[in-house]
């Protein structure tokens, strides 16, 4: 057990649709990192948040956002879902909102969309 | 753009031989660097990293290898085992950015 918990750990959902999913990082952490990986391809960054803040952004959709809440749990928001977006999304968490050293992920959910 | 990327994406070798993992970087800012192992269905998981400043790093049967000349990082697997099976991923962290840039993956395989 990573300390990085991610929920649900697989979803099937229908094109058109919306899902939501969770993270909470690990114990300390203020740092949650957001990633998509597709199959048989790297980890593509989508965003960061720090204690709250969104700290950066990389090649995430319009038709993703995310949010990180005061008890530091975070949640990415997938909407009008295409069959594209089916991958496995992890979250990762670090200590520090300024270097990414130390990241732990987590054990990812699973999204396919049908 | 980004660019981290791997010389083979599949490396089959003999249970008890030594791995070599290769990876090539391109951004000269990147200060600190990263291998990930992930087995299939599990998240990546932290294997050694190493700093800039550094070339050569240790740790239990690992050993990171950084040439900055020519922007190359490799991990070594000594005495490789069928535990090792997985896919390896490095990833870098350009100076002044806010996230790890990860590579396409290696997928090791162990032969009996």
């Known amino acids: 057990d990573s300390g990085v918990t991610q929920t649900p750990k697989h979803l099937i959902t229908a094109t058109g649709q919306r899902v939501t999913l969770r993270c909470s990082p690990r114990?300390?952490?203020?740092?949650v990192y957001w990633y998509q990986q597709s199959l048989d391809q790297g980890l593509q960054f989508l965003i960061q948040?720090?204690?709250?803040?969104?700290?950066a952004k990389g090649n995430i959709l319009e038709r993703f956002s995310a949010q990180q809440f005061p008890d530091l749990h975070s949640e990415l928001n997938l909407s009008s879902l295409e069959l594209g977006d089916s991958a496995l999304y992890f979250c990762?968490?670090?200590?520090?909102?300024?270097?990414?050293?130390?990241?732990?992920f987590g054990s990812g959910t699973r999204l396919t969309v049908v | 753009g980004e660019s981290v990327g791997l010389h083979l994406p599949t490396l089959s070798v003999q249970e008890g031989d030594n791995s070599i993992i290769n990876c090539a970087y391109s951004?000269?800012?990147?200060?600190?660097f990263i291998w990930y192992k992930q087995e299939s269905g599990k998240g990546p998981q932290f294997i050694i990293d190493?700093?800039?400043?550094?070339d050569k790093r240790q740790g239990q049967r690992v050993t990171v290898l950084l040439n900055k000349t020519v922007k190359h990082l490799s991990l070594q697997i000594a005495a490789t085992q069928p535990g090792d099976s997985a896919v390896y991923f490095c990833?870098?962290?350009?100076?002044?950015?806010?996230?790890?840039?990860f590579g396409q993956g290696t997928r090791l395989t162990i032969n009996p």
């Open positions: 114990s300390g952490d203020l740092s």
């Open positions: 990833a870098e962290n350009i100076q002044g950015a806010q996230k790890l840039v």
């Open positions: 951004n000269s800012a990147s200060d600190y």
């Open positions: 990762a968490s670090s200590g520090t909102g300024t270097a990414p050293y130390g990241y732990t």
């Open positions: 190493i700093r800039s400043n550094m």
């Open positions: 948040y720090y204690n709250g803040e969104e700290r």
